[in-house]
């Protein structure tokens, strides 16, 4: 099968957009399939490339400086007397496309594809659609956010965020709507974004995890090397963050209950792996509380060396409140840790309270410290919450994503087809009766 995957957000950006993307892409060529992505390319220059047998289109782009990149660092804010500044754009902005539909269409024409999967709502979204509805392509949607994720990180929309919001709903329903076939990577996903009656959308929208490579992500002792690298004491109780370092994913409700926690567990230490935006306000919240010496920022790790992280920590904790699914919640219950997160999103699919795991309510940072400090302290629970994550992690296997996803593209193209038909028949009726 010939499948095209288009997304405004990709490798090497680190998002659960792009890491899905260029899973799914890699996965899906490893089975044989033809793939092609298309995606803006991070230079600003059109080119492209071809690797594990994927190959990728970057398309014409420019920065957009009031997001980051999520690929380089985030510089500390300037300074003036000492005093930092607001920061109100960035050097190293999100790329972004204007106009890509010429450049789509002419790759997309000679790579004549069976379906295409799009992954987002921005311009390449745009020009997708367009694009699948003149040349009759069937289309499936992923939608991975919510509206949060992205007004949460541009400052000048934060005294009109609550009607964006809205508009932003609508708006990335729309895409789904418009395909063959829609999927989201949960059900709790699905009622947040879709209408009740199922009926009125009127287009198959299925729960279908991200899903993780669980031949990468998997227990065992963290490499002695990886420890040193970033001076990790393998005897240090050790609560672990991995993901943007953005105001939604609200590490620091995290920091402030970890806090908490070395009243009882002095020796434990807080790590954040991932770099954004409010990095330099976790830094100063940091040292307000007097956490210097507990709270590691090792800023942005990748694979392999980011499952060593994972199996030399106790426990993984987030309080995001604005999760569709959480990549790094399976990665982390794949690497057997016991989860603790907020009751919020999708999260409890995957931190299952009681179970897996401990969900505490939206901004009870007690309650999140009493939550680590319960897992921390006792082995008996951290073994039994780590062996039921095992179990947790194995339904989202991306293998099982990948097979079922080649399925639904088959049932798009069904569905395409028999559109098409119906379309063409209609049109003879009418012009048979002239």
């Known amino acids: ?164 919001d809205a508009i932003l709903r609508a708006y ?32 198959p929208v ?57 009243e009882k567990v002095p020796e434990a230490e807080l790590v954040i792996v991932g770099d954004g935006i409010d990095r330099s306000h976790l830094v100063d919240l940091t040292k307000s509380l007097g956490l210097e010496k507990s709270v590691r920022f090792l800023g942005r790790i990748m694979l392999p060396d980011v499952v060593d992280i994972y199996r030399a920590s106790t426990v993984f904790a987030t309080a995001s409140e604005t999760e569709t699914q959480g990549i790094v919640l399976i990665e982390a219950a794949a690497t057997g840790l016991p989860l603790v997160a907020v009751d919020a999103g999708a999260v409890r699919e995957l931190c299952q309270d009681g179970k897996n795991g401990i969900l505490c309510r939206k901004g009870d940072l007690e309650e999140m410290t009493n939550a680590l400090t319960k897992i921390l302290t006792n082995k008996k629970l951290q073994q039994k919450y780590g062996q039921t994550s095992l179990e947790v992690a194995k339904k989202h296997d991306l293998g099982q994503t990948l097979k079922r996803f080649v399925e639904i593209y088959e049932e798009a193209i069904k569905l395409k087809n028999k559109k098409v038909k119906e379309k063409k028949d209609f049109m003879q009726r009418i012009f048979g009766e002239r």
């Open 1 to 164: 099968m010939r499948i095209a995957i288009t997304s405004d957000l990709y490798y090497p950006m680190t998002n659960g957009v792009a890491v899905f993307a260029h899973n799914l892409a890699k996965g899906l060529a490893k089975q044989g399939h033809e793939v092609m992505v298309l995606c803006p390319s991070f230079t600003g220059k059109p080119h492209r490339t071809k690797r594990d047998g994927v190959t990728t289109i970057y398309m014409r782009s420019i920065r957009f400086p009031f997001y980051p990149d999520q690929i380089n660092a985030v510089p500390n804010n300037k300074e003036i007397l000492g005093m930092p500044l607001p920061r109100l754009a960035y050097r190293y902005g999100l790329w972004i496309t204007i106009d890509p539909y010429l450049e789509m269409k002419r790759a997309l024409d000679k790579f004549r594809p069976d379906v295409i999967h799009n992954q987002t709502a921005e311009m390449i979204a745009i020009a997708t659609r367009r694009y699948a509805k003149k040349r009759d392509i069937p289309m499936v949607s992923t939608g991975h956010a919510y509206p949060d994720n992205m007004t949460s990180q541009i400052k000048l929309l934060k005294p009109i965020k609550r009607p964006v």
């Open 172 to 203: 990335m329903a729309s895409f789904l709507k418009h395909s063959e076939y829609a999927t989201m990577p949960t059900e709790l996903a699905i009622d947040d974004l879709v209408p009740k009656n199922r009926r009125r959308f009127k287009v």
């Open 206 to 262: 299925e729960p279908l995890s991200n899903g993780v490579d669980l031949t990468q992500f998997t227990v065992g002792k963290p490499n002695q090397r990886v420890m040193r690298r970033f001076h990790l004491d393998n005897n240090k109780p050790r609560v672990l963050y991995v993901g943007r370092v953005d105001p939604e994913k609200s590490i620091g409700n995290v920091i402030m209950s970890f806090a908490g926690v070395l």
